[in-house]
């Protein structure tokens, strides 16, 4: 995003409005998600809103503009509200993973359809070379899609109190369980060990998975 920035401010200004709206949905999916399931938490703290300032974690989208993976706040929920207790969990940890891989394939999708409109602009946009409109539309676009992509595989990942971690919980016995939200209090650890020893690691994942991607799209 930073070399984006130097690149190109126009698109860099189109791609930040869509990671904001990114991180938003992607929230706000976990909040509809658990409201529908009987958990009416997320409502009662003004988390079913499209407002960005309900959101939005300033570090998390500081450090997603900067070493490319961030975090929004977390929808607080009450399990045992959801009518079915695993169902519920799994659901609502997945719903807003869903909806970045959706946006991603989306997004994917518009480069795909602009290049067919204007394969030389495309290209050349694409590579720095000049610019046209469709050109920038699809930097843009390329950039949102791996934005998507990147938020939908972080969040997979199974460390607290990333997503991923709540979709494995829902799937472990439920004698755990009492282990497992306590180990919610100490995020502060999980974040830091994800900016220090895994932070090359996740990058090298999250790198596969932009290639694995992209490679299926535009290979």
Avoid: C
């Avoid at 709206?21 to 997320?42: K, Q, R, W």
């Avoid at 969990?89 to 719903?95: N, R, T």
């Amino acid at each position: 995003m930073i070399a984006l920035l130097q690149r190109d401010p126009l698109a860099f200004l189109l791609t930040f409005v869509v990671l904001v709206f990114s991180l938003v949905l992607h929230e706000l999916g976990h909040a509809y998600a658990a409201y529908l399931l009987g958990d009416a938490t997320a409502k009662r703290q003004g988390r079913l809103t499209l407002n960005p300032l309900r959101h939005l974690d300033p570090l998390g989208t500081v450090l997603l503009l900067l070493v490319g993976f961030g975090w929004a706040k977390p929808v607080p929920i009450y399990p045992p509200a959801f009518r079915h207790y695993r169902l519920g969990l799994f659901v609502v940890s997945i719903a807003g993973i869903v909806i970045n891989l959706v946006l991603a394939v989306l997004f994917a999708l518009l480069v795909r359809g602009l290049f067919a409109l204007d394969p030389v602009g495309v290209v050349m946009t694409l590579q720095g070379e000049g610019q046209t409109g469709l050109g920038l539309l699809a930097l843009a676009a390329f950039f949102a899609s791996s934005i998507n992509l990147v938020l939908a595989v972080f969040n997979l990942l199974p460390i607290p109190p990333l997503d991923g971690s709540k979709i494995l919980q829902s799937l472990l016995p439920l004698s755990w369980q009492p282990l497992l939200w306590r180990l919610e209090q100490y995020a502060w650890l999980s974040f830091l060990l994800i900016l220090t020893v895994l932070r090359g690691p996740i990058q090298e994942v999250l790198r596969l998975a932009r290639r694995v991607f992209f490679g299926f799209f535009f290979g």
